[in-house]
C-alpha cells in the first residue's frame, strides 16, 4: 500500500492565483481530512470528510472548497490564493471507530506571494 | 472543545525513559486521549490513545490519572530515533482532532 500520498510537495504561487492539492489514500478509508500547519504550530483542521459526498468544515475553512467524489481522493482547492495561506498542509484518512487512528500523508509546502 | 498543555521541550538521554505530561483539565467524559509525533517536517505519525486505562503498545505507554485531567507519556528506552514533536490530541466526536504546539523531544547522546 502506498498509504496516503498528496502531490505536489511544493508550489509557490501568486496573489490571487488558484490551485488544486492532490490527496490519495488506497486503504478504502471512510474518513479523510485536510490539515494546516503555520511554523512552529500544531495543525488546524480545514475541512473533513466521512465519506464519498459528504464534506464538512473544520476550524479554518474559510479560502478553502473540498469536494469527495471517490473513496480514495479529497482535494483541497484555493480559489484565490492570499499569503495568510502560506503553510504546510497534511492530508490523512481513517476508518472510524474508537480507534480512529490518523495516517498523515507527506505534506505539500505551499507559499503564496 | 477541550484543549491541551504541553511543555515546550524537553531533553532526555539516549537509553533513559522519556516522560512527557500533558495537561487536558477539560476534557468530556467521552473524549479520548491521542498522541502523535511528528518528525522533521514529515506527516504526524499515531503513537497510542487511552480514554480512562492506562495503556501500552510497542512504541509507549500512556498513563492517564484517575480524574481524567492529565496523562503522561512515556517511551520506556529513547533513542535518538525518538528526537520528534510530540502532540498530546483530545479527539472530539468521531474525527475532529484538537492539536496543540507540542513537545519538542530532544534526546542527547
Known amino acids: 500500500n502506498a498509504g496516503v500520498t498528496q502531490t505536489p510537495k511544493f508550489q509557490v504561487l501568486k496573489t490571487g492565483q488558484s490551485m488544486t492539492l492532490q490527496c490519495a489514500q488506497d486503504m478504502n478509508h471512510e474518513y479523510m481530512s485536510w490539515y494546516r500547519q503555520d511554523p512552529g504550530m500544531g495543525l488546524r483542521l480545514i475541512h473533513y470528510?466521512?465519506?464519498?459526498?459528504?464534506?464538512d468544515q473544520g476550524e479554518v475553512p474559510n479560502g478553502y472548497n473540498v469536494s469527495r467524489s471517490t473513496t480514495e481522493d479529497f482535494p483541497l482547492r484555493l480559489l484565490s490564493a492570499a499569503p495568510s495561506q502560506t503553510s504546510v498542509y497534511f492530508c490523512?484518512?481513517?476508518?472510524?471507530?474508537?480507534?480512529?487512528?490518523?495516517?498523515f500523508g507527506p505534506g505539500t509546502r505551499l507559499t503564496v506571494l | 472543545d477541550a484543549k491541551t498543555t504541553q511543555p515546550t521541550s524537553m531533553d532526555c538521554a539516549e537509553g533513559r525513559a522519556a516522560n512527557l505530561p500533558c495537561n487536558h483539565s477539560t476534557i468530556s467524559g467521552n473524549e479520548y486521549v491521542y498522541w502523535y509525533r511528528q518528525i522533521h517536517s514529515q506527516g504526524p505519525q499515531y503513537i497510542i490513545h487511552?480514554?480512562?486505562n492506562n495503556e501500552t503498545n510497542e512504541m509507549a505507554s500512556l498513563i492517564i490519572t484517575e480524574d481524567r485531567k492529565s496523562s503522561t507519556l512515556i517511551l520506556p528506552h529513547a533513542t535518538l530515533r525518538d528526537t520528534a514533536v510530540y502532540y498530546c490530541i483530545v479527539r472530539v466526536g468521531t474525527y475532529k482532532y484538537i492539536f496543540g504546539t507540542g513537545t519538542r523531544l530532544k534526546v542527547l547522546a
Open positions: 470528510s466521512v465519506g464519498a459526498g459528504i464534506t
Open positions: 487511552g480514554l480512562k
Open positions: 490523512a484518512s481513517s476508518t472510524p471507530g474508537h480507534t480512529d487512528t490518523q495516517y
